[in-house]
């Protein structure tokens, strides 16, 4: 007989689970055991538009360590299907107040064709682009796109979020592929990469900030650091 019960309280457990829709589900088996189910959030897969190719000169020799080569096809992660594109048409902050080349407008403008007209040029050295993106945010993914009409690799890619705009405290560091620390902002373990049209995206992994933070050091053609877009994806935090 005591079989035959335990049998019955199985079938009623999964009869539970399997009525109730609510995604955080506790059901007391015995006395002082909780045993917690979890429906996680939908996920889709993050996409975007991605700009024609345009290869423009002559490429220099990547010498570069560790070097990622350039993808064949767009990359891609998993993102809650709430995410949307946050940085379009924000205020952009730069380390260089007098770009070389463009305007600073043009990271956020939604434009990522390569070519003259489509691009910012900072001045050389260790530089850094700041996207404001007015509120707190929960950020999943962020998309960049430095120069793609030649196959190049830049120094000290570093990607950092904060909710304080000077970055002196609360900083997270979301890339760093500054393998010798040579941009005093620690020493990095990801992999330097060959820029094309299919941009760099970052996991960003629910991270909440307000300021996105890029910084380069130059490149393998030349000493000028360069941007013609940023996504940012995440949501808004109430």
């Known amino acids: 007989m005591r079989a035959i019960a335990n049998i019955i309280s199985i079938i009623c457990v999964f009869a539970f689970f399997g009525c109730n829709d609510s995604k955080n589900q506790n059901l007391s088996l015995d006395e002082g055991t909780t045993s917690s189910v979890t429906i996680s ?17 002559t490429p220099q020799p990547i010498k570069v360590p560790n070097l990622e080569l350039a993808p064949q096809k767009a990359p891609t992660i998993l993102v809650p299907n709430n995410t949307d594109l946050l940085s379009i048409g924000m ?6 107040d007098f770009p070389i080349i463009g305007e600073l407008e043009y ?49 000290d890619v570093v990607v950092q979020v904060s909710n304080d705009a000077n970055f002196a405290s609360n900083v997270t560091t979301l890339f760093n592929n500054d393998y010798d620390n040579s ?39 030349n000493d000028m650091n360069h941007y013609i877009e940023v996504e940012v994806y995440g949501k808004s935090s109430p």
């Open 107 to 155: 990271i956020t403008d939604g434009d990522k064709d390569a070519g003259e007209g489509y691009f910012v040029e900072l001045m050389d050295g260790l530089q850094w682009i700041q996207i404001d993106l007015q509120a707190p945010s929960v950020i999943n993914a962020i998309w960049i796109w430095h120069y793609h009409s030649q196959k190049r690799a830049y120094h």
């Open 91 to 96: 205020p952009i902050a730069a380390s260089d």
């Open 183 to 221: 941009s005093e902002l620690g020493k990095g373990s990801d992999f330097p990469y060959v820029e094309s049209r299919f941009g760099k995206l970052i996991n960003a992994e629910g991270t909440e900030a307000r300021y996105v933070r890029l910084y380069s050091n130059g490149n393998t053609s």
């Open 41 to 57: 959030e939908e996920s889709v897969s993050l996409t975007t538009q991605i700009p024609p190719e345009l290869i423009e000169g």
